[in-house]
């Protein structure tokens, strides 16, 4: 199994994340900040889009820690890939600062949809 690494880059609130291709499934692990864990897990199954059954979106069930608050990025990213890549995906997510503020929760936002992009573009390969 040939394992896919992408990192958003090298400031402060990095994001990096690891995959790999079980069979015709992906597992994704996501991780940053100064304690990386796992707060919330996401399953997802590509399906026909409800509104256009020609395209294909996906749905998903997360677990999250609690006290936890990783559910929408694990949910979003699961999503994204199963529907982008037809595959069922399970994605495990854990980042954690101390004393995050507006500004710091808005750079992890862009740089969780940053990290999405550049694991699309080494999938989809």
Do not use: C
């Not at 199954?45 to 608050?69: C, E, I, M, N, W």
């Not at 999405?116 to 390969?125: F, H, N, P, Q, T």
């Amino acid at each position: 199994m040939t394992t896919v690494m992408v990192k958003t880059g090298a400031e402060r609130y990095n994001l990096e994340a690891a995959a790999v291709w079980i069979g015709p499934d992906l597992l994704v692990y996501i991780w940053g900040g100064e304690a990386p864990h796992i707060g919330a897990v996401a399953m997802a199954q590509p399906r026909p889009s409800l509104a256009d059954p020609s395209v294909t979106s996906s749905t998903a069930s997360v677990f999250t820690y609690l006290g936890h608050k990783e559910d929408l990025l694990a949910k979003q990213t699961a999503e994204a890939l199963s529907a982008a890549l037809q595959a069922k995906v399970v994605v495990t997510a854990g980042i954690h600062w101390d004393g995050l503020d507006q500004a710091g929760i808005e750079t992890v936002a862009a740089n969780s949809k940053a990290l999405l992009g550049l694991l699309l573009e080494r999938l989809a390969k």
